[in-house]
T-cell receptor, first 113, second 112 residues
């Protein structure tokens, strides 16, 4: 079993829809949960991160972590064509592990105008 | 402030050739990493370094060497290129007190 599992998609939704992107993980030591966004032919960029369980909201984006079920979600409200990208989840134990972060396979998202 | 700079952006090799992918960062980050990205596989960690003179293996280290003689540079060497090493390679850096990886723009390698 891979440490981080993510549905690769592709996922295609109409503009304005609510998008739900999900990951599962197996390592209970993970404390930080990051989401990276990667546009085509670019390097990934950090979108947002949370620490431990709970929700974190940033504009149209909400990250949710359920450590009891080892489940991570990213919700996008009022989705826009500019949100079309690949989204990668990246949980990791802590600061000392920031050099060796393991990523999910990424979900390719397309927002149709 | 350039961030993380990777060269070359594109490279075509023949099987058995060797080459070095360069990575340089100007943010004084102690941590640096190399990933490869293949369709449906996400980013896979090749090698990483927590400081000058210290390197370690990631998930897929076979066929690659690294060294870290300075804080700024972290080159990735392909010893004898194979078609299975056709991929997009990303270098990333971070500081120990932060959770954020800063990525380069990537190097697209094709091995024939």
């Amino acid at each position: 079993q891979k440490e981080v599992e993510q549905d690769p998609g592709p996922l295609s939704v109409p503009e304005g829809a609510i998008v739900s992107l999900n990951c599962t993980y197996s390592n209970s030591a993970f404390q930080y949960f990051m989401w990276y966004r990667q546009y085509s032919r670019k390097g990934p960029e950090l979108l947002m991160y949370t620490y431990s369980s709970g929700n974190k909201e940033d504009g149209r984006f909400t990250a949710q972590v359920d450590k009891s079920s080892k489940y991570i979600s990213l919700f996008i409200r009022d989705s826009q064509p500019s949100d079309s990208a690949t989204y990668l989840c990246a949980p990791f134990p802590g600061y000392s592990s920031a050099s060796k972060i393991i990523f999910g396979s990424g979900t390719r998202l397309s927002i149709r105008p | 402030n350039a961030g993380v700079t990777q060269t070359p952006k594109f490279q075509v090799l023949k099987t058995g050739q060797s080459m070095t992918l360069q990575c340089a960062q100007d943010m004084n980050h102690e941590y640096m990493s190399w990933y490869r990205q293949d369709p449906g596989m996400g980013l896979r960690l090749i090698h990483y370094s927590v400081g000058a003179g210290i390197t370690d293996q990631g998930e897929v280290p076979n066929g690659y060497n690294v060294s870290r003689s300075t804080t700024e540079d972290f080159p990735l060497r392909l010893l004898s290129a194979a078609p299975s090493q056709t991929s997009v390679y990303f270098c990333a850096s971070s500081s120990p007190g932060a959770n954020v990886l800063t990525f380069g723009a990537g190097s697209r390698l094709t091995v024939l």
